[in-house]
């Protein structure tokens, strides 16, 4: 890819990137909460003061410099958790891109990746996954496998992930939610049923060895409720990334 294309690329993953990551916060807080308009249709506001951002100060990245990190009304410092989400968000279009090429399979692709990843965001801000997400992912799913024309993989990774996580919320009540449930079942369909199983086995490493640290460490033992959308998120990750490799290194072996 030329550094036109690159740069092209990294600017539309930072514009998402804000929308996605600003869409996990408003989900989040119960000021929101059944408010579907208000959350689409309010302007960027200072959390602490109330007044409305200027739109140079919401330009991905530049607005925060420009802003110098602050409220420029009351003086209240912005997270810069916002800024680092753009920077990650378009570095992952790249990736994105370098991995499977531009085409509109890549958007849908990189557009599903974003909303499990915002899911993620939500779910440990509130330990919730709105079904905003969800249907977003269902939407979003839907033309890659299209295109592909593995439905019957689809639905196979689809009913795997679901399954499993029904019988561990069945077997282990409390352990995770109906939406931990309905998120991996939409993964599973859309990265089908052979990278399923990495997802799966991403997410469930991932979560087993940050899960065990985090209770050692809080003292809180193994019975503490963590949010497991962002393991999910992990294994999904793991899975489109590195899913070919993993797969043939397993074929190899077996």
């Known amino acids: 890819m030329s550094i036109l294309t690159v740069f092209i690329l990294f600017v539309f993953g930072c514009v998402f990137g804000s929308f996605f990551f600003t869409l996990a916060i408003r989900l989040s807080d119960p000021a929101y909460h059944g408010k579907y308009r208000t959350i689409f249709t309010r302007k960027s506001h200072c959390v602490s003061c109330g007044a409305p951002i200027s739109p140079f100060h919401i330009i991905p990245i530049a607005g925060y410099f420009i802003a110098k990190g602050k409220c420029p009304s009351c003086g209240a410092r912005f997270s810069p958790a916002y800024p680092a989400a ?12 370098y991995t499977t090429g531009i085409s509109p399979v890549t958007l849908c692709d990189y557009l599903f990746i974003m909303t499990v990843l915002s899911a993620a965001v939500t779910d440990i801000k509130s330990m919730t996954i709105p079904h905003t997400h969800i249907i977003l992912a269902v939407i979003l799913s839907i033309y890659p496998v299209a ?12 009913l795997l992930l679901g399954v499993i996580f029904f019988l561990i919320i069945i077997v282990f009540p409390g352990g995770f939610g109906g ?12 990265l089908r049923f052979d990278h399923s199983i990495v997802a799966l086995e991403g997410a469930l490493v991932i979560g087993s060895v940050i899960g065990v640290t985090y209770a050692l460490i809080s003292r809180k033992g193994l019975r503490i409720k963590i949010p497991f959308a962002p393991f999910l998120a992990a294994g ?4 489109y990334f590195f899913g070919d490799k993993i797969l043939m290194h397993y074929y190899g072996l077996f």
Request: charged share 10%; glycine share 16%.
């Open 86 to 97: 753009e920077i990650l968000s378009g570095a992952l279009m790249i990736f994105t891109a």
């Open 147 to 158: 295109d592909s024309g593995e439905w019957l993989s689809a639905l196979g990774g689809m």
């Open 179 to 190: 939406g931990d449930l309905k998120l991996a079942a939409v993964i599973g369909f859309f």
């Open 236 to 239: 999904l990750l793991v899975a």
